[in-house]
């Protein structure tokens, strides 16, 4: 499969496999925060109630969570195109 075939082809792939993961680090990240909160949904930034450093820790996790899970899917699925077409996707 030529290099642009073979872009065009894992695009769809890539964007499913994004949307999952993101689905799946949402959750993580919910419950994650569940068990170290003691039980609060997490804040949002604008959450008059809640303080800068609970604001900033639900932050600073999320972004955490979610790249790790991103950085897992996106390396699986490149594993899994070199597994199927011989090549690494660009």
Known sequence: MSGKLQKVAYKPVGLLL???AGAVAGFLFK????????????PNATDEDR???????????????????????????????RKITGTWPD
């Not at 419950?31 to 997490?42: F, V």
């Not at 820790?57 to 699925?77: C, E, H, M, N």
């Open 18 to 20: 994004g949307i999952g």
């Open 31 to 42: 419950e994650i925060w569940k068990l170290a909160s003691g039980g609060d949904d997490a």
């Open 51 to 81: 303080g800068w450093g609970e604001i900033i820790a639900a932050a600073a996790l999320q972004g955490a969570i979610f790249a790790t899970v991103k950085a897992l899917v996106d390396r699986g699925g490149a594993t899994g195109v």
